[in-house]
């Protein structure tokens, strides 16, 4: 027995094109799907229905991780395990530690970015259906896809093909999982 | 949607009818983005060229003096260098400053740019990075070596060692520890975050090409990156926010930098002016590389169409604003020393001026305020050999400015009975110019094996990636 195929792959050659057809795509009601393509478009993420990306979170989150850290780091140091004496200066000061709390808010939130970024995209993953196409390069290149997936529950094979040929998509291939 | 503005504009627009003036090109010659790909892609996949052998073999000779310089001062102390008091610091911060400087503008570019929606950074915006991140490399090595006992070096980080007592976080230099490290690293991971769709091209294209091996390296450092909208959406908000915060960054960092002078109390030290001032220099000394740099590369590459003349006339106009703030610094600091009233301060600039050395004092008058004024014609921006020589002047103006700050001030202190003459021995002439060769070595293999400009987001700015356009105003 065949084993059930990871989905549909729909090719588009320019950019409004993919977009038109992600708006029928998102309005039929699919909600496992994707679009592939070599750069961001602008408009995209509206016409696919993705919503506003939630990797500010993991930033603040990060940001204030850091500048905690290093207020606390230089308080623990300075004034609580060895109270340095320099120049009858206080022990603890929000001022003089300051610009090494600011540098490793910085750095914490540049972490938490991009980690967060990597975990909301389930990546590194150097094994996907969609990479087995033997398309993809395009993808990385000059072309646009649209693949659905088969788990969605509205997935039908013919259904979903003839979607995705009224949209406008060509060479619509079957992906195996 | 995006057209809606036009309709709604302003009343006042409808009647004055503003001039519609064509928007420069990013890309000359409408090419494809097929054309994009293949040709930052063949400049990896080429054979290695003849000339590249030789600035390769050349670049390592100098960067052996660097080796050279800084294995004869750990195995004999840090007296090697001409350093002596009075002067205490000399070619080691003033190359510091010089190479972290340089650095600044790779970040202006990539993140500055980027919130200012700048788009024609696209295209220089990756080597820029690059050249940050090698340039920080060069800075790290003077203060590493300076401590003197370089194997002590990890004291400065906050790290529980035998003696139990920890760093002083009062001090400027501290700070500093902290500012370029993070600055390294920030640069690191952003230039990182605008590779990995890049490099999933070169993982394909290599894949096809039948170079597993290559594909596989590539392909380990691209995460398995697959052009998803879905990851295009977080990854160009993680990208916005790292921009975001390398902009405090970058600014921070020669804050900090100048810092490490402003908060002692040397006359010529002690001012204000020091953080955006520093600021200032680095952009316009960072401008002055990514012009000597970019220059030869768009010629070897045969890149006009990617960099254009436009790209040329705003890295030219940026160096030319930038260089006249430092040119208003400078003026500044003569006419606050005066204003001040205070003898050490006006001395310390009369000295500077016409004292010992003069000479190095109006080497960076000549290079940092009359060079950049150039600019102002656009016969030398068309001219890219000109451009080119100016952009040289700049960078050595530069280096001048933090050895006439550093040197100068401290030759003549308090005490006229412990003035001196500073003069670099060769030991330190040998570190530094084997730093060039270091940064080369960096930069050369940068070129071979990475692509040198960001593909997607050159892509990105064709009229051709605009999904909206030839589309009339219809509703998404």
């Not at chain 2, 100098?62 to 009075?86: D, E």
């Not at chain 2, 596989?216 to 993680?238: D, L, P, V």
């Not at chain 2, 600091?333 to 003069?358: K, M, Q, S, T, V």
Request: aromatic share 18%.
């Amino acid at each position: 027995m065949a084993a059930q195929p990871y989905g549909l792959i729909a090719t588009f050659d320019t950019p409004a094109d993919v977009m038109h057809a992600a708006e029928k795509v998102r309005d039929a009601g699919y909600k496992s799907w994707d679009c592939i393509t070599p750069f961001p478009i602008h408009g995209l993420d509206k016409a696919m229905g993705v919503k506003r990306s939630i990797v500010p979170r993991f930033s603040l989150a990060g940001g204030l991780i850091g500048f905690t850290t290093g207020m606390s780091m230089i308080w623990f140091m300075n004034s609580y395990d060895y109270p340095l004496i320099v120049g009858g200066k206080p022990f603890f000061s929000p001022l003089f530690a300051f610009p090494v709390s600011y540098e490793l808010t910085i750095l914490f939130t540049a972490f938490a970015t991009i980690g967060g970024m990597f975990f909301l995209n389930r990546l590194p993953m150097h094994y996907h259906p969609v990479l087995k196409y033997d398309q993809i390069h395009r993808g990385m290149d000059d072309q646009f896809f649209i693949v659905i997936d088969s788990r969605d529950p509205k997935f039908n094979p013919t259904a979903t093909r003839a979607l995705l040929e009224k949209a406008g998509g060509k060479a619509i291939t079957e992906l195996e999982a | 949607m995006a057209h809606a503005s036009d309709h709604a504009a302003p009343a006042v627009l409808n009647e004055i009818k503003p001039a519609e003036l064509p928007r420069a090109k990013l890309v000359e010659n409408d090419r494809s983005f097929a054309w994009i790909t293949e040709k930052v892609c063949s400049i990896i996949e080429g054979k290695t060229p003849t000339w590249w052998w030789v600035c390769f073999i050349l670049a390592c000779f100098v960067a052996s003096f660097t080796v050279a310089g800084i294995t004869y001062l750990v195995a004999t102390g840090v007296g090697v260098w001409g350093h002596a008091n009075p002067v205490n610091w000399a070619w080691d911060i003033v190359n510091f400053v010089f190479w972290i400087g340089i650095g600044h503008a790779g970040t202006l570019i990539s993140a500055i740019l980027c919130l200012l929606r700048q788009k024609w950074r696209t295209s220089i915006n990756r080597a820029a990075e690059a050249m940050t991140i090698f340039a920080v490399v060069c800075a790290a090595i003077f203060p590493v070596f300076h401590v003197g006992r370089v194997w002590f070096a990890w004291y400065l980080f906050p790290i529980p060692n035998a003696n139990y007592i920890w760093q002083n976080f009062r001090s400027p230099l501290e700070w500093d520890v902290f500012a370029v490290s993070t600055y390294g690293t920030v640069s690191v991971l952003f230039w990182y975050v605008g590779l990995i769709p890049d490099l999933a091209v070169l993982r394909d294209r290599f894949f096809r090409a039948g170079n597993k091996l290559r594909s596989a390296i590539y392909g380990f450092f691209a995460m398995g990156w697959r052009g998803s909208n879905r990851h295009w959406s977080n990854y160009e908000m993680a990208y916005l926010i790292l921009a975001g915060v390398s902009t405090p960054l970058v600014l921070s960092v020669h804050t900090i930098v100048s810092f490490d002078f402003a908060v002692s109390l040397l006359p010529g030290w002690h001012t204000t002016i020091f953080p955006p001032y520093f600021v200032a220099g680095a952009i316009f000394s960072g401008f002055g590389m990514v012009l000597t740099l970019m220059l030869p590369l768009r010629a070897i590459y045969k890149l006009e169409d990617l960099i254009t003349q436009y790209h040329i006339d705003c890295m030219c106009k940026i160096t030319l604003a930038t260089g006249t703030i430092v040119g208003y610094a400078y003026g500044m600091e003569f006419f606050i020393a005066w204003y001040g009233a205070n003898p050490y301060e006006g001395f310390a600039f009369i000295n500077r001026a016409f004292g010992n050395y003069a000479w190095a004092y109006w080497i960076m008058i000549g290079c940092n305020v009359i060079t950049p004024q150039f600019f102002w014609f656009r016969k030398v921006r068309e001219n890219t050999w000109l451009v080119w020589v100016l952009s040289i002047f700049v960078n050595v103006g530069m280096w001048f400015e933090r050895f006439v700050i550093i040197v100068t001030s401290l030759a003549r202190d308090f005490l006229p009975s412990s003035w001196g003459y500073y003069s670099p021995s060769i030991v330190e002439i040998f570190t530094f110019f084997g730093t060039f060769g270091v940064f080369s070595v960096l930069f050369l293999l940068f070129i071979r094996f990475l692509p040198i400009m960001p593909m997607a987001e050159i892509k990105a700015v064709t009229p051709q990636a605009d999904a909206h356009a030839g589309h009339g105003h219809d509703k998404h």
